[in-house]
C-alpha cells in the first residue's frame, strides 16, 4: 500500500476536496482504496457520503485504543473499491489522549501497516497544519501532494512545509515521506493574477509543480453537499477529467519516486 497525505499550510485550498477526488479517481480506476479523513471537521466524511455526527467510531478510535484496529472504523462508500476511515469532532481529543504516549506520532503509521495488504493506495485528508494528527499523517505517509490556491502569492508557505516534510522524514525513522509534487486548485486561465502566481510556481519549483491542474469549478464545490466524489455527480464534467489525470499523474510519480529511492 502506498499512502498519500494531502496537505497544505492554509484551510480552503481544495485539501480535501483533492483527497476524496483523487481517492475516488483511483478507486474509478481498479484500485483498492482507503480514504482517510483525519480532520476533526469531517468534511472528507461527510464529502463521500457519511454524516459525521452519526458515526460509531472514528479513525480516532483506531489511534488511541490499541484493541480497535482500521477495520474495525471502516465504511464502504457509494464507490467499489473505495473504503472511509471516517472522522468527526470527536478525532480533536486525540491530541489529549496521546498525550503521554511515547512515540504519540507514529500511531497512525503503525495501524495503517497493519491494513497494508488489504489496499493498493490510502489517500489522507491532512488536519491542520503543525498539529499531532498531521504529524501522524506525514509520518505514515511516502508521500505529500501538496495543494495550492492559485490565487496567494505563496511560495514563503510552502517552502516551510516543504522544510517540515523534509524535518519529520529525518527524524521519525523509517518515516520515508517526501513530497509527490504541488498540485494547483482554483486555477482560472483568464485572471492575470492567476496566470502570474502559476508561472512564478513553475518558475521556482521547476517539475515539483504537477502537469494537471484543477480548475475552479462550481461541480466540485456542489459535489460534497450531495455526498458525492465528482467521478458519481457530475462524471462527465471537465472536474472528472482533471482529477482523473490528477490521480495518473500522482501513480506516475510515485514510480518515479520509488526509482529515486533505489538509487538513493
Ligand atoms: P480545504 O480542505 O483545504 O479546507 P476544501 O477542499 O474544503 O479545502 O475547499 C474549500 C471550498 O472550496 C469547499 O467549499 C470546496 O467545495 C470548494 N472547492 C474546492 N476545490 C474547488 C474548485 N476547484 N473549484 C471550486 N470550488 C472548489
Ligand atoms: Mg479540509
Known amino acids: 500500500m502506498k499512502t498519500i497525505a494531502v496537505a497544505n499550510q492554509k484551510g480552503g485550498c481544495g485539501k480535501t476536496t483533492t483527497a476524496v477526488n483523487l481517492a475516488a479517481a483511483l478507486a474509478v480506476g481498479g ?5 482517510v479523513d483525519l480532520d476533526p471537521q469531517g468534511h472528507a466524511t461527510l464529502g463521500i457520503g457519511h454524516d459525521p455526527d452519526k458515526l460509531d467510531r472514528t479513525i480516532g478510535d483506531a489511534m488511541v485504543d490499541r484493541h480497535v484496529s482500521i477495520n474495525d472504523v471502516t465504511l464502504e462508500t457509494q464507490i467499489v473499491g473505495l473504503s472511509l476511515a471516517p472522522s468527526n469532532i470527536m478525532l480533536g481529543t486525540v491530541e489529549l489522549d496521546l498525550r503521554d504516549r511515547t512515540g504519540k506520532e507514529l500511531v497512525l503509521g503503525e495501524k495503517l501497516r497493519m491494513v497494508s495488504s488489504q489496499y493498493d493506495y490510502c489517500v489522507i485528508d491532512c488536519a491542520p497544519p503543525l498539529s499531532l494528527l498531521m504529524l501522524n499523517a506525514l509520518v505514515a505517509s ?9 490565487h496567494y502569492y505563496a511560495i514563503e508557505g510552502l517552502k516551510r512545509l516543504l522544510e517540515t516534510i523534509h524535518i ?13 509534487g504541488l498540485l494547483l486548485t ?17 518558475e521556482f519549483f521547476g517539475n515539483l509543480v504537477f502537469d494537471t491542474v ?20 457530475a462524471p462527465t464534467n471537465k472536474a472528472a477529467e482533471e482529477y482523473m489525470n490528477c490521480s495518473k ?15 538513493e
Open 186 to 202: 482554483f486555477v482560472e486561465d483568464r485572471t492575470l493574477l492567476c496566470r502570474q502566481v502559476q508561472q512564478q510556481l513553475r
Open 31 to 35: 484500485a483498492r482504496v482507503l480514504l
Open 168 to 180: 519529520v522524514r529525518k527524524r521519525f525513522h523509517p518515516c520515508q515521506v517526501k513530497a509527490l
Open 142 to 150: 511516502s508521500s505529500v501532494v501538496i495543494t495550492v490556491q492559485t
Open 214 to 233: 484543477i480548475h475552479r469549478n462550481v461541480r466540485l464545490a456542489e459535489a460534497p453537499s450531495a455526498g458525492e466524489s465528482i467521478f458519481t455527480y
Open 249 to 263: 499523474e500522482v501513480v506516475k510519480r510515485l514510480s518515479q519516486l520509488e526509482v529515486q529511492d533505489g538509487q
